[in-house]
């Protein structure tokens, strides 16, 4: 497995940006760590109790408070930036690319149903039809997944596309990603949802567009037999 | 000894005891006696909730195994012992609630604001002792009734100790209705207790501090208990208030966290963590207070910039109020919403990095002494780190759609609180545990304890960063049902052993804790050689605490002063010289 | 509604017939006579469909091959069983006629209900308020059992792995409950919740048969869980069998 340790492979337009900001957060705080647990390594060793030796009497330095003082705030103010950035990427009011391809996916305990738009592209018309645990994507193109719940508060989670959001009962969240490469993944519930919760799971393909709309063009004409 | 007019010498200083059992050690108005009880009560639900743990480590790490000796549960919980799902989730419930609520938090505030701010601050007992009393007395009740959720048909709650509502609310969705109604009264009755024992923490430490006892003379231990009080008595009504609309959605049909008729899932949420996240505050604040009395008598020396490490605790109290959405980051929340909170938390670094870097500058050049409570409080620091950074990650939103609901959040709110404010608490018991019994627990099976500890938590917990990141969920149930956890089962089965070792681990300290209580070395009066007001009683602190009132001429942290020969000056101590200003 | 009262199509007069969707439902009224009046009437019957039966929906169990292992052909939900115009999978009750206070006690033997091939077998049982229904997972997986009803105390219970069995009891008369397995939402089975053990399921073919009644005039409910309810009057000799059709269509509900 490519991900035994660490982040899962990345599968999704702005995973490349989340890992950058991880592995950035992870250098710095990886530098404070050290720094810290250094310090108190070697204090403990060069300070430890001997005969003879009184400890220094101090009460404090005002220069070096007001070094890590601002030091960690500028610090943590530029990462809020970096993040608010990528943030608003993803998630901002107007991110939703505006060729999006809709999908209702509606969680309860303990299924996923997706509502797929049939060939006009648009959700709430007469070619929708729905699968149980199955969300079938063209790769390279935006998809926009109208999420709600029916019952309780589930949570629609693909690792690979670091794609996670909360499905709320009584609300319609808007959660979009495009998926880079095309191949099998699995939709994980992360949010506790009763004692189904652990085997919430659906699996999410990722096709070619051309592969993509032949399938489209089966289920639609399965549905047209179906409803006859 | 410097002892000068007492000001409240119209309170009973110590004297000959005529109390009956029951008043004196069942229904005691003693800071000291409910300070013990609440210590009992909250270790014995550490061990409560210690188990459930390792109820839950065992399905995570061999899942569908029977659990050893785990035939004796009922079917309904596990039929031959192999737990069942819904038992599972009353375990992850269970655990979190016992841990935060009966018992990280009743030992840091019940237990050590009730013995330490009278003695610490030279006062015979509390302002209102007969509060004090039923304080106790409600959260015992609370902790029963908690209890009770695993005898009620449907089992204890089982939606999270977070409660989320529909889940919560509405029976059919979780298939627990009696528990679930039990941690509701369960959880407003223990804020009862909160609000009463904070009512009187803070009435204590503003009108009852000893002559010289100045705000600036206070130690920081009891700065941070008062920070805390002022914290729970703001943020466990809202609480309450949640639960009892929880329990009115539940019992009568209210619906205010039901969505088909109005109500609104999020509202619990933002109720819940308003409440939640300064509580995440007061499960450390009083830990951070009492390691840095520790590493100041531990390093000989004065602490580094006492001004700057109590503003920093205010702070941390202040910000706490405005970053509860962090938690929400992923629920729908308006994402500019996000935006705002994850600034206000990204803050939060800045008082912790200054209360860091000030115990290190308090270690620094000091004269190190190795006692099992100073092991134990720089642990505290190089947990506390971990847990701190860690949260940097997800405060930062985007990092956060990956790892929020996922064991890098387990693996960094055990970080804060078993590596934080669990570490300060052995300290904390150790170093005062003379003074409450007389007696010293044993330095060698303290240093056996805590070498064991912290090498088995952090092989249990370090790991979880790991699983997490691959997208290892919380609360599941059985990991092996997604492909993409399989290649972390190993790791899991890793995490489940380092658990069942650490769990192990801890019959040290019972064993220690318990034998110490009549067999342990009796204790001088000032066995650390610290500079606390609580030194100079006998030990253990005897009814009405100090012989006489104390009077305060020094700040608290006079460890090496040059005013003396020895490396410490006691508070209360009056030096020929004249006495130097409190901490600059 | 149609009210069809025949006496003379007369199938399988063997109770066995009638009892078999729920096992242990010939001991439920064996013991039971005991208490309230019983007789030596009884109710033969067949459900009639008229008409083309509605296709009952394919189930897509890919997800769990373990259950697709157990169809040769892909699985259906069977919501509508007809078979050359009988119709099973229909509860048929006494629903009033009783002499009033006729108190019967519930036997002790439980009901099975079985998850196999991630369906419910039986879908459609009857049990009395007192009786234990056993319910057990043949399939080597979870099922979770969801117990909806309104008038008694609803459940909601897991079964991880292969074998277990688990026994819950409802004690107030309610028709129907509705039992549903969220892991797998086309799970759904009924279970009619009797005060008395005058009750059956017609099987395949259609047939039920109800026995030991005391002479007397019944109001008799046949209940289908999409095609509705129908009743009619039936009148019990003192010994001998009355012999009753319903019949269902797509059209009438």
Known sequence: MPYDWGLPIAASTFAADIDRLYYMILVITGIAFVIVEVAIVWFLIKYRARPGRKAYYTHGSAKAEVIWTAVPAVVVVGLGILSASVWSHIRGRDSVPPNALPIALEAKQFEWNATYPGADGELGTGDDFTMRNLLQIPVNQPVVVHLTSEDVIHSFFVPEFRVKHDAVPGMEARVWFEATMTGEFSIACAELCGLGHYRMAARVVVQDQAEYDQWLAEQAANQTVASR | MATTAAAFDHVAHAHADTRSFIRRYIFSTDHKIIGIQFLIMSLFFLLVGGTLAIMMRWQLGFPGEAFPGGGVLPETMAPDGVLLPEFYNSLVTMHGTFMVFFAIMPLLVGVYANFLIPLKIGAPDMAFPRLNMVSFWVAMPAGLIMMAGFLVEGGAAGAGWTMYAPLSANPEYSGVSGGQILWCVSIAVLGLSSILGSTNYITTIINMRAPGMTWFRMPLSIWSLFITAILTILAIPILSGAAIMLLFDQLIGTHFFLPPDGGQPLLWQHLFWFFGHPEVYILILPAMGMVSDIIANGSRKPIFGYHSMVYAMIGIGFLGWIVWGHHMFQSGMNPTLGMSFMISTMLIAVPSAIKTFNWLGTMWRGSIRFHVPMLNAVAFVAMFVIGGLSGVFMASTPVDIQIHDTYFIVAHLHYVLFGGSLFALFGAITFWYPKMFGRMMSEFWGKVHFVLTFIFYNLTFFPMHQIGLGGHMRRIYDPTEYEFLLPLQGLNRFITISAILLFATQTIFALNFIISWFRGKKAPDNPWEDTGVEWSTPSPAPHGNFPTTPTVHHGPYEFSSPLVEEDYLMQDRRVSKPATPAAS | ?253
């Open chain 3, 1 to 253: 509604m149609r009210r069809v009262l025949l006496s003379t199509v007369c199938v399988l007069v063997a109770c066995g017939g009638g009892e078999q969707a729920a096992d242990g439902g010939g001991d439920a009224a064996a013991t039971a006579m005991a208490s309230g009046p019983r007789g030596d009437g009884a109710i033969a019957g067949m459900v009639m469909f008229t008409g083309t039966p509605p296709a009952n929906p394919t189930i897509d169990m890919s997800e769990e091959p373990e259950c697709v292992a157990k169809y040769t052909g892909s699985p259906t939900d069977p919501r509508v069983v007809v078979s050359n115009g009988h119709l099973g999978g229909v509860f048929v009750y006494v629903k009033s006629g009783l002499p009033a206070g006729a108190n019967y006690t519930a036997p002790s033997s439980p009901v099975m209900l079985d998850q196999d091939g991630c369906l419910y077998h039986p879908r459609v049982f009857g049990v009395m308020a007192g009786q234990p229904i056993e319910i057990s997972n043949s399939d080597p997986m979870l099922h979770n059992i969801k117990a909806v009803p309104e008038q008694n105390r609803g459940f909601n219970i897991s079964q991880p792995r292969e074998g277990m069995t688990t026994t819950r009891t409802f004690n107030t008369p309610e028709v129907m409950v509705p039992f549903e397995c969220n892991v797998h939402g086309w799970m759904n089975a009924y279970a009619g919740v009797m005060s008395h053990p005058f009750y059956a399921t017609s099987a395949e073919n259609g047939s039920f048969s109800i026995q030991g009644l005391p002479a007397g005039t019944y109001e008799l409910e046949a209940w289908h869980e999409t095609l509705g309810t129908q009743t009619q009057s039936v009148t019990v000799p003192e010994t001998g069998t009355v012999n009753v059709e319903f019949s269902f269509s797509a059209s009438t509900s």
